[in-house]
T-cell receptor, first 113, second 110 residues
Framework: QKEVEQNSGPLSVPEGAIASLNCTYSDRGSQSFFWYRQYSGKSPELIMSIYSNGDKEDGRFTAQLNKASQYVSLLIRDSQPSDSATYLC?????????????FGKGTLLTVNP | DVKVTQSSRYLVKRTGEKVFLECVQD?????MFWYRQDPGLGLRLIYF???????EKGDIPEGYSVSREKKERFSLILESASTNQTSMYLC?????????FGSGTQLSVL
């Protein structure tokens, strides 16, 4: 069973701080990595994707990937109360048409005003 | 914008009933998925389909079946609903690496 592990939290940070969310995965063949955000009562929505080692920045969000350590993280700079949500790490093992995305259980982030 | 529509937001069924959950996407995506989401267990893949009439079991297919007769529609079927199938069911379609989710169906089996 391929696994994706996240700290369940809750993670609480003050407004303006950096929130750091972490994820590890078990399948070394994993190729694509995603962070989804899910507000309470809503469906997940994609916020970041990363495919190669290193950092990828998009606005206040930075995704970091280290395939050797099987580790992917998401940093949220200048955290806002509107960032309060559950963050889901997802990992895919792609092979032709047999695409499958495995999700972690999510980390609940609360940003306090 | 991609739109994934699930037929019902809330559904209440009796134990033993046959239940159909419908999902329609409007972007001609080949891949479609059914997940269930439970507190403390996260999102778990039930079935997915990579083409019309093609389906693959996910991690928890027991008690479920699916149908994909047309590219835009992917149906999840609970042959005989049980109380442990009470859950939030999320349908998604895929474009490249990104999944687009429907708004979900909260199913309660009494």
């Amino acid at each position: 069973q391929k696994e994706v592990e996240q700290n369940s939290g809750p993670l609480s940070v003050p407004e303006g701080a950096i929130a750091s969310l972490n994820c590890t995965y078990s399948d070394r063949g994993s190729q694509s990595f995603f962070w989804y955000r899910q507000y309470s009562g809503k469906s997940p929505e994609l916020i970041m994707s990363i495919y190669s080692n290193g950092d990828k920045e998009d606005g206040r969000f930075t995704a970091q990937l280290n395939k050797a350590s099987q580790y992917v993280s998401l940093l949220i700079r200048d955290s806002q109360p509107s960032d309060s949500a559950t963050y889901l790490c997802a990992v895919s093992q792609e092979g032709g048409s047999n695409y499958k995305l495995t999700f972690g259980k999510g980390t609940l982030l609360t940003v306090n005003p | 914008d991609v739109k994934v529509t699930q037929s019902s937001r809330y559904l209440v069924k009796r134990t033993g009933e046959k239940v159909f959950l419908e999902c329609v996407q409007d972007m001609d995506h080949e891949n479609m998925f059914w997940y269930r989401q439970d507190p403390g267990l996260g999102l778990r893949l039930i079935y997915f389909s990579y083409d019309v009439k093609m389906k693959e079991k996910g991690d928890i297919p027991e008690g479920y079946s699916v149908s994909r007769e047309k590219k835009e529609r992917f149906s999840l079927i609970l042959e005989s609903a049980s109380t442990n199938q009470t859950s939030m069911y999320l349908c998604a379609s895929r474009n490249r690496g990104q999944l687009f989710f429907g708004s979900g169906t909260q199913l309660s089996v009494l």
